[in-house]
């Protein structure tokens, strides 16, 4: 190894492997179904080799691209999908999927709690930003979820039932909050009230880190629009860059507008030489998700025997691949983070540090040794610099590299005290 571990470390790695056996063949069963369901999506729509030629300009008539967003929408549940190199982000994706469904004088409402900071300035809560739903004349409500996690169907249902909403908001990961994942069943339970109530009304659902990590997607519970980003789960760590919109057709053709122009949408946007690396990331990405899960379990094991507070637990069910470790002071972050550095392939030598990062409201430190830069399916570790001091880690192309750099980190930061 790289770093001389110690012998209690390598004890407590061993333990955890026997500990988390069983979680490992359920994390291998659900990625077996989810390839199997992309296998199907791609004999279904005669995947050739004529689909990885890229095109130029304005990107007219891009058989790789049109056939791709085909594929995603089987996959995700929906009627159609925007698969593009052209958002930069998920925020951009979701931001494009919000202004599709929103109009003036309506009101978001949002059924998980507080979405995650990068959302505040496009929704308004924060900030004073020209072009945000706030300047749109768009309101905002939200519903905290109840104890333990799960969307408060009761409340949910008085907001709708007393307020103009225009669409509800369900953020499927926990981002830099305490609260778990929601899980597939329970955005079908939000889904099933919202529209028997009004069918009108879409459900839009915030699905980064969640991709594959389930059977099953938001689109097969009812979710009438699906964003998220190709460098998390979906581009299968080959992904260059860029997001995806899933949905029913009538709002997708709306997000495309967002995306490029009205009367120009979907049918624009050059691939160039993405399309090999977006199909083959997509071919990849139930089983890349399953090395990110994988690691995240150890990670809660390994953690929790050093006397360490996680979440999820390493035997809980999961609904996206972040896993949090509360380590307390910023010192402790600090070193973790360094951990994870120093088990990365790429920028190995490099000590993070914090810093301020655009959309968050206090420094952030970030750990992430990436071969696509900022990709959260690959290990990274990151966290806001305020108490209790959590590390959000995140990723691994092979469970092999991950266990690697979580040992690390276990090093740097040794037991609870």
Known sequence: ?????????????????????????????????????????????RVDNSCF????????????????????????????SLVRIGFVNGTHAITSALFAALRPGQTLLSATGT???????????????KCSLKDYNIDYTQVELLQGGSPDIKKITNVINNTNIGAVFVQRSRGYSSRRAIMIQEIGDICKT???????????VDNCYGEFTEIFEPGNVGAD??????????????????????????????ASYRMTAPGVGGDCGATLDANRLLYQGFFLAPHITAQALKTAV?????????????????????????????????????RFC????????????????????????????????????????????????????????????TYESGKYGVIC????VGAAT
Not at 60 to 75: P, S
Not at 194 to 204: C, D, F, G, L, S
Not at 409 to 412: G, I, L, T, V
Request: hydrophobic share 35%; glycine share 12%; proline share 7%.
């Open 225 to 254: 629009l699906i964003a998220g980003s190709l460098i998390k789960n979906p581009g299968g760590g080959l992904a260059p860059a860029g997001g995806y919109i899933a949905g029913t057709g009538e709002l997708v053709e709306a």
């Open 53 to 80: 030629s890229g095109t130029t300009g304005y990107g007219y008539n891009d058989k790789g691209r049109e056939t791709l967003e085909k594929i995603y929408a089987d996959v995700m549940g929906t009627d159609s």
């Open 409 to 412: 980190s276990a090093e740097e």
């Open 298 to 334: 150890f990670s809660a094991g390994l953690f929790e025997l050093l006397g360490y507070k996680t979440d999820p637990g390493y035997l809980d069910k999961r609904s996206d691949i972040i896993q949090h470790i509360e380590l307390g002071s910023p010192e402790l972050l600090e």
């Open 115 to 129: 979405p995650y900071d990068t959302l505040h300035g496009v929704i308004g809560i924060t900030g004073d930003y």
């Open 1 to 45: 190894m790289k770093f001389s571990i110690s012998d209690k470390i390598l004890k407590l790695s061993e333990q955890v492997m026997i500990d988390v056996s069983e979680r490992f063949q359920e994390i291998d069963d659900i990625a077996y179904a989810n390839t199997e369901k992309v296998l199907s999506a791609f004999y279904r729509h």
């Open 194 to 204: 919202v529209h028997a109530i009004n069918p009108e009304i879409p459900v839009i």
């Open 338 to 397: 360094k951990g994870i550095q120093s088990g990365a392939p790429i920028d190995s030598f490099v000590t993070p540090v914090p810093g301020e990062m655009p959309g968050y409201d206090c420094p952030v430190i970030m750990a992430a040794g990436a071969f696509i830069q900022g990709a959260s399916i690959e290990l990274s570790a990151d966290g806001p610099l305020r108490p209790p001091y959590t590390a959000f880690l995140q990723g691994a192309l």
